[in-house]
């Protein structure tokens, strides 16, 4: 037997909803500023290009989040620029979203932190995109991309838990759309991805081929998450109640974006299951 549930609305005075978008969007510049900075500088591009672990690893400064080693060829650059403005039209659009929506508290969680857990999976997996980096750079951007894509599974746990509930007080079946089942597969198989990532770390040595089963496990499953979240954002009945420009912007031209920036950065020579090189 469900309890009946009085639900506290999420909503932003329109200043508020000015402020913080304009902190947003200040936040934004100042990181485009200083990117554009660091490219242009021509002692970054002075750094030779990682070549698979033969470079020596004693350079004088470390190299392994400088921008000229995480972002090597034209390509490389403009792939990192789409997910950059990807990322920040689906963060950016589904919040105001909820701000100027009158949803249960319950219900705001979900949309929110699941689009933050899937910026997060973007960013997180662009720093281990580019080529091998020699042994301790390579451990550093996996140390990142650990933190950070854990971090983004608690963050995607939590926004299906506050669904799971907001359905339960509402007396609503569970998976009940395409969007809830697919949903559910999503969460599964990104904890999983999360945990052959831990074996393969904590085998060392002998977790190498798990790798290459993990990065294009990482890669479909990826795409198998936007594209949930493309259904939520755009198919759900409640999606079709909220404006279209915002929810074109996150899910129609967000999403794409996000696909299209981390498509341009793989490098297919680490795709090959052929050699035994992870
Ligand atoms: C990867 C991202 C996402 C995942 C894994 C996900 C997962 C889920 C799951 C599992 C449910 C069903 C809960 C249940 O039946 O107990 C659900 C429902 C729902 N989600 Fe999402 N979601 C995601 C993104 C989004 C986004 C971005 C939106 C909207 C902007 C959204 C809107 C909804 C709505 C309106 C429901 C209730 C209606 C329904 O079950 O279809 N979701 N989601
Ligand atoms: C849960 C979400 C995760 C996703 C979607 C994901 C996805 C990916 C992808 C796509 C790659 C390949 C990048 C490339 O080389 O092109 C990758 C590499 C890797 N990931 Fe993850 N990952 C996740 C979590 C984790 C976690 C939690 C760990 C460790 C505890 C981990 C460890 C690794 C390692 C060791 C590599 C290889 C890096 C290299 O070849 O230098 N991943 N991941």
């Not at 960013?123 to 650990?146: E, F, L, N, Y």
């Not at 838990?161 to 569970?174: F, I, R």
């Not at 294009?216 to 949930?228: P, R």
Request: glycine share 8%.
């Amino acid at each position: 037997m469900y309890r009946s549930v009085q639900h506290q609305s999420v909503t932003l005075s329109p200043g508020r909803q000015y402020f913080f978008a304009s902190l947003f969007v200040a936040q934004l510049k100042a990181s485009v500023h200083k990117m554009a900075q660091r490219a242009s500088d021509p002692l970054l591009h002075s750094q030779p290009a990682y070549n698979n672990g033969t470079l020596p690893s004693s350079e004088p400064e470390d190299p392994s989040f400088r921008l000229a080693s995480m972002v090597q060829t034209q390509r490389d650059k403009t792939g990192m620029a789409l997910v950059l403005a990807g990322t920040s039209l689906l963060g950016l659009s589904t919040i105001t979203l909820i701000l100027t929506s009158p949803v249960p508290k319950l219900f705001a969680w979900h949309p929110s932190l699941n689009s933050l857990s899937l910026v997060l999976v973007a960013i997180g997996i662009s720093v281990v995109q580019p080529p091998t980096p020699p042994p301790d750079a390579r451990q550093k951007r996996i140390d990142v991309h650990k933190h950070v894509l854990g971090f983004a599974t608690l963050l995607l746990c939590g926004g299906v838990t506050s669904m799971y509930y907001n359905k339960e007080a509402n007396g609503a079946e569970h998976g009940a759309s395409p969007h809830g089942a697919a949903g559910y597969v999503v969460l599964l198989w990104m904890i999983g991805q999360a945990v052959l990532g831990g074996i393969a770390l904590l085998a060392g040595k002998h977790g190498l081929w798990l790798y290459k089963w993990h990065r294009l496990s990482g890669y479909f499953f990826t795409a198998s998450a936007l594209f949930a979240a493309f259904v939520g954002g755009m198919l759900t009945p409640w999606s079709q109640t909220r404006p279209a420009p915002l929810r074109i912007a996150a899910y129609c031209i967000g999403i794409p974006l996000i696909a299209t920036g981390l498509a341009m950065r793989v490098q297919t020579s680490k795709m090959s299951f052929g050699k035994r090189r992870a």
